[in-house]
């Protein structure tokens, strides 16, 4: 039977974290996941292919991406990457490193919210990373163990003032976003639980005590997605994680998904995803392990 490996870190109950710095010219390790949280650092590796959950990309020259999820598979393949020379820094921490208390104090606000949002998996833009590739570049060869933590912090808190992108969905992840209002949630909520049902705006709008007008419009402010949209992103988490976890039909993942019927299904997959659901599960089939 084919899992998901579970990685055993060399992270030390002694140290804050470990960092590991590697050249090489291929990606083998398998998709896996981790009870850590990973900051990971890629240069010169255009075309590799990068999988975080249920998002699959294929990255630029440059690439930096944060992982706060124990449960989050991820990997990297090389795609159509050709170069000799790729450059990996990986830096591997416990959850528990900051406490709640600490993670509560006003310097910490942006930390903690790039943690929350790390559940997902987050890519930091191009600018983020030229801020902080001094401290990435001398971060593993820094001596001074003191030293080289308070230049983590400051690596941490650049980049927690970057507007980072979620990679793996929501319902993917099996986390909530943790950050909208009350309305919002109550909302999402039902949609998570009645999305294979017909659901009418009128009634989401009662919910939340606001015109039908009114609510698509705070809707979309707050999330960023039409409702449509969000019912239509839940489906495909929904549709991901059986591709992922089952041996179940493409056809039986559709309807068991809420979609209607096979072709749209495809066709809506292709758009949002970049492949077809065949080649999704294809493409995790091929990362995983045999145990």
Not at 176 to 181: A, D, I, L, P, V
């Amino acid at each position: 039977m084919q899992k998901i490996l579970t990685e055993i870190s060399n992270l030390s109950e002694r140290d804050c974290f470990n960092i590991i710095e590697r050249h090489k010219s291929k990606f083998t390790y398998p998709i896996h996941r981790h009870t850590e949280f990973e900051l990971n650092y890629v240069q010169n590796a255009a075309g590799v292919q990068r999988i975080i959950g249920d998002n699959i990309e294929t990255i630029g020259d440059f690439d930096l991406v944060l992982i706060g999820n124990e449960n989050l598979e991820h990997v990297w393949q090389q795609g159509t990457c050709n170069s000799k020379d790729i450059r990996e820094i990986t830096i591997q921490f416990s959850p528990k490193l900051f406490s709640p208390a600490i993670l509560s104090k006003n310097q910490f606000i942006s930390i903690k919210k790039m943690f929350e949002n790390a559940r997902h998996g987050i890519v930091f833009p191009t600018e983020a990373i030229m801020k902080v590739y001094n401290i990435l570049d001398s971060l593993a060869t820094e001596k001074d163990g003191f030293i080289q933590f308070t230049n983590f912090l400051l690596l941490l808190y650049y980049l927690s003032k970057f507007e980072s992108r979620p990679l793996s969905s929501n319902t993917f992840t099996n986390v909530s976003s943790g950050k909208e209002s009350r309305r919002i949630t109550l909302v999402q909520n039902y949609i998570d639980e009645h999305y294979l049902e017909t659901i009418k705006l009128d009634d989401l709008a009662s919910m939340a005590g606001m015109t039908p007008t009114a609510f698509s419009r705070f809707f979309k402010l707050r999330t960023h997605r039409t409702i449509s949209e969000y019912i239509t992103e839940i489906k495909l988490g929904v549709a991901s994680r059986a591709l992922v976890d089952t041996s179940q039909n493409i056809s039986e993942i559709c309807y068991a998904s809420g979609f209607n019927n096979i072709s749209n299904f495809n066709r809506i997959f292709k758009a949002k995803k970049g492949m077809t659901p065949k080649e999704f599960r294809a493409v995790y089939k091929k990362n995983k392990v045999i145990v």
